[in-house]
């Protein structure tokens, strides 16, 4: 199919196939009624946009607290998991440690919630936006190790060295050294943990009660009560963070690959 | 860090709070759950409290729901990477370089960010009954009611599950195809054994397919084990028996009926022992070559 005509075919089946559902999503999201058969809406109406984006309604608070949870949940991974992944490349049994980081995705995050959740509501925290904080840790901060420890490598280890030579203290070393030279790799575990709590269902269905209506959980309300409409738009605003991080990343990525 | 280099800086306290927060945020947690769940099954702690017992041990081996509920996961975890797998080496062989061009490569990463609830609602719109291609069936005159279209979610074989897992599996793998084609030079040995007279099937069959397996083992068995577990998407477009592992399991502790709920620990035991066994007999197995 290396050919002019194969690969046109080629290109409008992926658009087709991969393109033509989003669309169909931001159709929905404009309609109120699209009753079967119905190919294209016959009544138009941008009211959910132009609520969601008063901040007006239940979607709005989604969106809010989606927000808190999964800035929260990001920051403490990505601090506590720099720390830890530093002090896995300075133990003996760095292999061993990082095997023990696996662990936790032995499990879907639901299943995992459920042998937890009898701690979570014995330590009153159960049904509360730190419960559930406090529950994607559990799962993004083993991530955020695994995804940092490469970085402390040789190069990072002779710049703290070079410094300390030069009279640097150790927050100085920390801070003008090691930093800077994390700066990429701790932006990509932010948005990785940030993701990770974004789209988290299961778990925080289970922690939360019911009671912590993050968007994910908004988008399977809306399902479940027959709104595809203001599911359509929960899914659009879900999609947002992954776009936006796609968008970043795609060039290094095919640099590194290809 | 060289072994004498990590010895000389065990002199830094960071080495400390590392451990603290290790141990707190993963070790414990687990040890706390997995012990949990198996006094709880066992009978020995929460509400049925009644002294050691294996009854909800054998009860979950003999019941039929419960090993309905492993076959069907298994099946739907095979059936979701076999189909994507083929499709993703076909698409390889036919264009490996797709990921270079600028449009289609964006158009190959999307399906990669899309969240699971999101993909099984885009299913669910597209093929239930009332979605879109029914109503494109309509218009072309092939079903004249609703009622008429097959059902391809909620239903009885996981279509709908498969449709989603493909759906998101397939540009998944076949990027990781791609990437592993140019890296293992499968392109040379494509054309030094069609030079050699092998007809393009066979150097699908002999050749790059068995190169880009090998090579993806690892990646191709922990999508299965991704598959085998998932959630979200079975419990949208899912049937509503046989249900999947974790949505059996999370059903039967959300229960009114208590005795219930020593059954939801034994099925998480159970597949946690399920997805250990696999990754041991994994690492026993192979060099580790990880993709």
Do not use: C
């Not at chain 1, 998991?81 to 061993?96: L, M, N, P, V």
């Not at chain 1, 490469?150 to 190069?155: K, L």
């Not at chain 1, 150790?170 to 575990?189: D, E, H, K, W, Y």
């Amino acid at each position: 199919m290396r050919n002019k005509h194969g690969h046109i075919i080629l290109k409008t089946g992926l658009i087709i196939i991969y393109l033509f559902p989003f669309l169909y999503l931001i159709i929905l999201s404009v309609t109120s009624r699209f009753p079967f058969p119905e190919i294209i809406p016959a009544h138009l109406d941008v009211s959910h946009w132009t609520s969601a984006f008063k901040g007006e309604g239940d979607l709005a608070q989604s969106l809010l607290v989606s927000m808190i949870i999964s800035l929260a949940v990001a920051a403490v991974s990505t601090t506590f998991g720099f720390i830890t992944s530093r002090t896995f490349a300075e133990s003996k049994y760095e292999h061993q440690l990082t095997k023990l980081a696996y662990l936790p995705f032995l499990f879907p995050p639901v299943i995992y919630a459920s042998m937890l959740s009898h701690f979570f509501i014995a330590g009153h925290v159960s049904g509360t936006i730190i419960g559930v904080i406090i529950g994607q840790i559990l799962i993004a901060y083993p991530f955020a190790i695994l995804l940092l420890r490469g970085f402390w490598g040789r190069t990072v280890q002779q710049s703290e060295e070079s410094a300390k030579t030069l009279g640097a203290s150790p927050v100085q070393v920390f801070i003008r050294v090691v930093l800077p030279m994390a700066r990429g790799i701790l932006f990509i575990t932010f948005f990785q943990t940030f993701l990770i709590s974004w789209f988290e269902y299961g778990l925080t269905t289970l922690l939360g009660l019911g009671h912590i209506q993050t968007l994910t959980l908004r988008v399977f309300g809306y399902i479940q009560e027959g709104n595809p409409s203001l599911a359509a738009l929960s899914s659009l605003f879900l999609f947002i963070p992954p776009v936006l991080l796609l968008l970043i990343y795609k060039p290094s990525l095919f640099r590194r690959r290809f | 860090m060289t072994t004498s280099e990590k010895k000389s800086s065990s002199k830094f306290n960071i080495p400390s709070a590392g451990h603290l927060f290790f141990l707190l945020l993963v070790l414990l947690p687990l040890m706390l759950g997995i012990g949990y769940a198996l006094l709880y099954s066992l009978g020995l702690t929460g509400l049925l409290n009644h002294g050691f017992t294996l009854q909800y041990w054998i009860k979950g081996f003999t019941s039929s729901e419960l090993l309905g509920s492993l076959g069907f996961s298994l099946y739907i975890a095979v059936f979701s990477i076999v189909p994507s797998v083929f499709m993703a080496l076909v698409l390889v062989q036919a264009a490996p370089d797709l990921p270079l061009r600028p449009v289609l490569s964006v158009i190959l990463y999307l399906p990669l960010v899309v969240p699971a609830v999101m993909a099984a609602f885009l299913i669910f719109q597209l093929y239930s009954a009332s979605g879109f291609v029914s109503r494109l069936f309509y218009h072309l005159g092939i079903i004249n009611d609703l009622h008429q279209f097959p059902p391809l979610v909620n239903d009885e074989l996981g279509i709908g599950i498969l449709f989603t897992h493909i759906g998101m599996a397939t540009p998944f793998f076949y990027l990781l195809f791609a990437n592993l084609y140019h890296q293992e030079r499968v392109e040379e040995y494509s054309a030094l054994a069609a030079t050699l007279g092998t007809p393009p099937r066979q150097v699908f069959r002999r050749v790059i397919a068995p190169i880009l397996i090998r090579r993806a083992q690892p990646t191709l068995l922990l999508y299965l084990l991704f598959a085998f577990g998932s959630y979200e998407i079975p419990l949208l477009v899912g049937p509503s028996s046989p249900r999947m592992l974790s949505v059996l399991a999370i059903q039967k502790l959300q229960m009114f009926d208590i005795s219930q709920v020593p059954l939801a620990y034994v099925i998480n035991l159970l597949y946690l022992g399920i997805v250990g066994l696999v990754l041991l007999l994994r690492t026993t197995t192979s060099e580790g070559d990880y993709a």
